[in-house]
């Protein structure tokens, strides 16, 4: 359920109807951090006594507990909020408030409904406060050591775990920020990638030294990471897909370290 409300969310973040107030963007757009214009307000957030107490609430539990804020509209035209005060306890859903700040329901969740039942525009969905700075999959991946743990073919569950030779010795990985990435084990490589939020990576990839690898495992994880299609991210380690996602790498971060 909350990948559903995000992907809404991001949609909603980029069309839909116009705000016709003077605060308004061009392209219906509302940055975060600038004025709301809603439910007859040029400055929802501020102006909106029982809004601005929620928000503060949620303030005070930033840290703690993810929480969103958005608008929308429905029944053809009526504006309301969608709060959702956990964003990582999907079970709990997000309260469905009219713009006096009475709640009309409760959306998705164990005990929620839909947009259709409440007749809210998906596409009018906006987030305009979040009490969390938003994280993205390139910098939870940039300046980590990932370890190349395994080879996994999904079709016949069969696992490879490379042998490098010497104890504590790895093939491995560093992703920068800026785009590049760096790895060794036997010889020193370099190259480039792109990520983007829907987990597609495009990696290029070469050996910069001359070094023979007898094993032959460092030819074999240059050949699946040029041919790189998508990325899994888990707590400690992730999975990068290739062959048409048939088989995959699992890369650990060094010592544990959270992704």
């Keep these: 359920m909350k990948m559903k409300l995000f992907l809404v969310c991001l949609i909603g973040a980029t069309v839909g109807g116009l705000c016709l107030t003077a605060c308004s963007k061009k392209d219906g757009t509302v940055p975060l951090g600038e004025k709301v214009c809603h439910c007859g307000s040029d400055d929802a957030l501020q102006e909106i006594g029982w809004l601005w107490d929620e928000v503060a609430q949620l303030e005070s539990r930033r840290g703690k507990e993810r929480a969103e804020v958005s608008t929308c509209r429905y029944d053809g035209g009526k504006e309301g909020f969608l709060i959702a005060r956990c964003i990582d306890c999907p079970d709990l859903g997000s309260s469905f408030v009219d713009c006096s700040g009475n709640v009309l329901g409760l959306l ?37 050591v990932l370890e190349l743990e395994r080879f996994v073919d999904r079709a016949t569950g069969r696992s490879e775990r490379p042998a490098l030779g010497g104890e504590g010795r790895h093939f491995w990985l560093l992703f920068h ?15 480039r990638y792109e990520l983007d939020e829907e987990h597609h990576i495009g990696i290029r990839i070469q050996t910069m030294t001359e070094i023979y690898d007898a094993t032959g495992w460092e030819d074999r994880m240059l050949e699946a990471l040029n ?33």
């Design 177 to 191: 920020s800026d785009g590049t990435v760096e790895g060794g084990g036997v010889n020193r490589l370099t190259g």
């Design 227 to 259: 041919e790189a299609i998508v990325c899994d991210f888990h707590s400690d380690h992730i999975r990068i897909y290739y062959h048409y996602t048939n088989t995959y790498m699992e890369f650990r971060t060094a010592e544990g370290e959270q992704l």
């Design 108 to 144: 998705f969740g164990i005990d929620g409904r839909g947009f259709d039942y409440y007749g809210i525009d998906p596409a009018s969905v906006r987030c305009v406060y979040r009490n969390y700075e938003e994280v993205t999959l390139r910098d939870r991946l940039s300046g980590k």
